[in-house]
């Protein structure tokens, strides 16, 4: 069984910045490809990032430039540094492992997700 923890959400500043953190077990983050999705209020679930075991990386439009995916192997975590936060940012954001190594986009390609962490820009 593959559990992600996630942290490092909160409350933040419109233009401010968080990173958010992606705790997995096993050696999850160095099989599989690993995505951050975000869900808003009243919203469908919507991917935000990849990154491929192989360190290839792929972003939304609406946050490309502004965050940044990584990963380290040796401690099994994934980060999302997010940076230039707008309002629109304020969603639950979720990591994810995917089915296998490509660059997944669809909530279908992951099996498994964690719990979710709160991030809340203000205006």
């Known amino acids: 069984q593959v559990r992600l923890v996630e942290s490092g959400g909160g409350l933040v500043q419109a233009g401010g910045s968080l990173r958010l953190s992606c705790e997995a077990s096993?050696?999850?983050?160095?099989?599989?490809?690993m995505g951050w999705f975000r869900q808003a209020p009243g919203k469908e679930r919507e991917f935000v990032a990849i990154?491929?075991?192989?360190?290839?990386?792929s972003y939304a439009d609406s946050v490309e430039g502004r965050f940044t995916i990584s990963r380290d192997g040796v401690n099994n975590t994934v980060y999302l540094e997010m940076n230039t936060l707008k309002p629109e940012d304020t969603a639950i954001y979720y990591c994810a492992r995917a089915l296998g190594r490509g660059l997944y986009r669809q909530t279908g390609d992951y099996n498994y997700w964690g719990q979710g962490t709160q991030v809340t820009v203000s205006s």
């Open positions: 096993g050696r999850t983050v160095s099989s599989y490809a």
């Open positions: 990154i491929t075991w192989s360190d290839s990386t």
